[in-house]
């Protein structure tokens, strides 16, 4: 594993790459163009190991667990490894998904809208309303009213107070405990069934017809898994056999998005003070965690140089790290993972504008 690199503070690194003036581009020259081609073999094998993965953590819920009987409780920690891993597994299937959406798992665009719909459907995500939300996400990364994300629900103490910018989905967030997993699964409802909000009007005119079939696919497929568990196995075979993994794997990739561009270090900017370096590097994250659960996530969690070139494909994120480590020492941002990063799951932040910068602060 690259060693783990020590974290420079953004706002230091935001003054450095106001010195140097560097730009977007400036960090695309330094990654490899053979680095931004998808390998066939490699793509396959990876959607491969998943599914063998997948399929050996069901044998193993099937053999540990035939019901709620004293006999099957005695077994239930390695039930729970179990289900842990099957939702870590089914993250990697959503990372393919997310290879799919930005065109890196194959050349061929009609296989990335297969696969896509394949892997991201079973996890409550229609492809293309995906699709088309993400790379807002990465067209406008760390702008405040144009983020997607749960970071887009936070506002100032002031504007808490005086009611500026503060929806009821807001104010339940910072009221409520854990109020960021309440901003979390309203953001999933929204970018799943309220899109028509979240883009231009012209854009969604001339994408319903796809989001209607995307969501057509995905609702079929999830009522395909669960009825068909369901019916095959009654309500606690359709929870132990994917409806808790699910949840697991739906917790986890929450997680990592949140820590990736919204810890204690991270910078949201308004419109005027806002460029694409300073969302893309200033205020984005590698964030390191033991190599098993790398090798489950496939480096979904380096982060910086998918920000930086999206078409990667994940089995190219290790070394163009390496790479832009070494051409960007200053402006790389690194840490491992800590307990310190769930800190915003049980006390919301608000934030706190640096006028003269136009820079908001997580507090």
Known sequence: MPEVLALTT????????????????????????????????????????VCILLG?????????DSGLDPQSLTRFPLLVVVWVTYGWSLV???????????????SRKWVNEIVGHLAMSPLGSGFHAWKLTHNQHHAYTQLRGREVDWASFLVTREEFHSGKRCSRITRLGY?????????????????GFMIRTLIPPQQFAIERRRLIWSGAIMAATLFAIYGGLWYACGYWGMLKYFGIPAVIANIT???????????EHSLLFDKAHWSPVRGQIVSTFNVRFPRLLEFLWF????????????????YYLRRTSRILHQAFP??????????????????????????????????
Request: hydrophobic share 40%; charged share 20%; aromatic share 14%.
């Open 330 to 363: 200053d402006c790389y941002q690194e840490q491992r993972f800590g307990w310190k990063h769930l800190a915003w799951w049980r006390r919301t932040p608000f934030l706190e504008k640096v006028d003269a910068e136009g820079y908001y602060l997580f507090s």
């Open 253 to 263: 990739g929450s997680v990592i998005i949140t820590i990736q561009h919204a810890n």
């Open 10 to 49: 953004p706002i230091v690194v935001d003054e450095r790459i106001r010195e140097c003036n560097l730009t977007l581009t400036d960090f695309r020259r330094a990654i490899p163009q053979q680095y931004l081609q998808p390998s066939p073999v490699r793509s396959w094998w990876t959607l491969l190991r």
């Open 175 to 191: 009221r409520l405990p854990f109020g960021i997993a309440l901003w979390v699964g309203w953001n999933t409802i929204r970018r």
């Open 92 to 106: 990697g299937l959503f990372v393919i998904g997310h290879d799919c959406g930005h065109q890196s798992f194959s």
């Open 299 to 314: 480096d979904i969690n380096i982060h910086i140089p998918h920000h930086i070139a999206p078409a990667i494909p994940w």
């Open 56 to 64: 050996i953590c069901v044998e193993m819920i099937r053999r540990l």
